[in-house]
């Protein structure tokens, strides 16, 4: 039953036989009103027995304080919860959004927070131009792309300072290259126990199969807080060696690429024989040997007639322009030699970590075959091991 609701009585509603005043009338029946209410329970104090249950929340009668402090008086709750106290908390806060804020944007401090809060954890920065290297027989000297740009187009030039790492020995490396938001450098990741050179930065490529977690943890230090990446994972180095017969290399093609055979026509590198002619750049020529082993790093490339080829960094393939250069020096400023002489544009460049056979081919009397991932489109040069 709802409260009932007091309602002065107009003198239009008298009986004209009834004599009361107005103001007594209206003023007995609104005690009579409120009566019945506080009864019903409407107004005054209510006694809850049970629970009672408000629109959804729940009112529990537990029985009379105990303790002073189980009453929350108004002196009390003021310490707490009073409009001095809560505005004093939200102006701390407040500074605190302000300090981060100034912080983000200050370029001198945007780069000392945590990579997770700053510009270049949140949107991945682009970096202008690539990392190359030239190499002499016992050093390699790496020179860093000119500048980076963060997510709120912010750009930060990286000085032209290379870095030459010298004691080495003829093979297969890995650099891990990174921007040091600290130093303001271009630098490379180093490992004093399992790098070579000095400083200790060029990665054997062995390392890819016999401790590839090495190359991981490389990777992670290139990635790590405060450090922009300059390259996407490590950066295939040949430190320059000797080369023997035919002007061939060291390099070999993955298990699984395909030539073209005189008699058996296009078949996979690892069925071809000693004694097989197989395509050249113009003609045939003869396999005169033939070598097997494995590896852990390749060379992927990916070419503008939707070619391509997964070699050894060190495998030499043959230049539009005349001569060869070894796959992992390759840019994609290259052109290579295709059949009859095409030109192929560098589509794809890509280091790639994974294991499996290779072949090696020596050929004569012309020094080079012709290679690819399902039609032989591409001039690699024939390889022969260092003797």
Request: proline letters at 6%; one cysteine or more; a negative charge.
């Amino acid at each position: 039953m709802p409260p009932l609701v007091h309602r002065d009585i107009l003198p239009r509603d008298l009986d004209p036989k009834l004599d009361p005043t107005l103001s007594e009338l209206n003023s007995r029946l609104k005690e009579l009103y409120t009566q019945a209410n506080v009864q019903a329970g409407y107004f005054g104090t209510a006694t809850v027995n049970g629970v009672l249950n408000l629109n959804g929340n729940r009112i529990i009668n537990v029985g009379a304080a105990e303790e002073t402090t189980d009453v929350l008086t108004q002196e009390s709750a003021d310490p707490m919860y009073s409009a001095t106290v809560v505005q004093a908390q939200l102006e701390a806060t407040g500074n605190a959004i302000l300090q981060t804020t100034r912080r983000l944007n200050s370029a001198s401090q945007q780069q000392t927070i945590s990579s997770d809060l700053n510009l270049q954890g949140a949107i991945p920065p682009t970096v202008t131009g690539m990392t190359t290297y030239t190499s002499t027989a016992t050093s390699v000297t790496i020179s860093f792309p000119t500048q980076i740009q963060y997510g709120d187009l912010s750009i930060v030039a990286i000085p032209n300072q290379p870095v030459t790492v010298t004691g080495l020995t003829g093979g297969g490396y890995f650099i891990y290259p990174y921007y040091d938001t600290q130093l303001g450098i271009g630098t490379l990741v180093v490992d004093s126990v399992n790098a070579d050179g000095a400083p200790p930065a060029l990665f054997p490529a062995g390392l890819a199969t016999s401790n590839p977690a090495v190359l991981a943890n490389a990777a992670q230090v290139q990635n790590g807080d405060g450090h922009v990446p300059l390259s996407n994972g490590g950066i295939a180095v040949t430190v320059a060696s000797g080369h023997a017969g035919g002007g061939g290399g060291s390099g070999c093609i993955r298990a699984g690429m395909v030539i073209e055979t005189q008699e058996r026509g296009v078949i996979a590198i690892e069925s071809v024989f000693v004694g097989d002619m197989i395509r050249a750049r113009k003609g045939w020529t003869r396999v005169t040997a033939r070598r097997t082993g494995g590896s852990g790093v390749f060379i992927r490339l990916g070419m503008s007639n939707g070619e391509g080829v997964d070699v050894t960094p060190t495998h030499p393939i043959c230049l539009f322009a005349g001569g060869q250069k070894d796959a992992g020096e390759l840019t994609l400023a290259d052109v290579l030699c295709g059949a009859e002489g095409i030109p192929l544009q560098i589509l794809s460049l890509l280091t790639v970590q994974e294991s499996s056979p290779i072949v090696l081919l020596s050929c004569d009397p012309t020094h080079e075959y012709l290679v690819g991932k399902f039609n032989p489109t591409i001039v690699a040069h024939n390889a022969i091991p260092n003797k």
